[in-house]
């Protein structure tokens, strides 16, 4: 699927993704979740079963479906890379 592509593509970051997969305590952190890359991001961490701030300037995730499940995992969050402050509040607490 399109993360597995991705971390065998960008062999630098897979040995700490793989890590990242092992502890499901603390959420992934998507920037730009409602971008083409973003949402298949989300989509697939959710497939998963992996809790993830899906960030966006709005801080609204557009692609929410009816699975109550994977919503749960779901934490829309305001993250505007041109405000330094808001990327900090974004990615704390996130692997």
């Given at each position: 699927?399109?993360l597995?592509?991705?971390?065998?593509?960008?062999?630098?970051i897979?040995?700490?993704?793989?890590a990242?997969?092992?502890?499901?305590?603390?959420?992934f952190c998507?920037?730009?979740?409602?971008g083409?890359t973003?949402?298949?991001c989300?989509?697939?961490?959710l497939k998963?079963?992996?809790?993830?701030k899906?960030t966006?300037r709005?801080?609204i995730?557009?692609d929410i479906d009816?699975d109550?499940?994977?919503?749960?995992?779901l934490m829309?969050?305001?993250?505007d890379?041109t405000?330094?402050?808001?990327i900090?509040?974004?990615v704390?607490g996130?692997?």
């Amino acid at each position: 699927d399109f993360l597995n592509s991705a971390i065998i593509s960008t062999g630098v970051i897979e040995s700490s993704l793989q890590a990242s997969w092992a502890d499901d305590s603390l959420p992934f952190c998507v920037i730009g979740a409602n971008g083409k890359t973003g949402t298949k991001c989300v989509q697939d961490i959710l497939k998963r079963g992996f809790p993830v701030k899906a960030t966006s300037r709005s801080g609204i995730y557009n692609d929410i479906d009816d699975d109550s499940k994977k919503n749960k995992l779901l934490m829309p969050t305001v993250c505007d890379v041109t405000v330094p402050s808001t990327i900090d509040a974004a990615v704390s607490g996130t692997r």
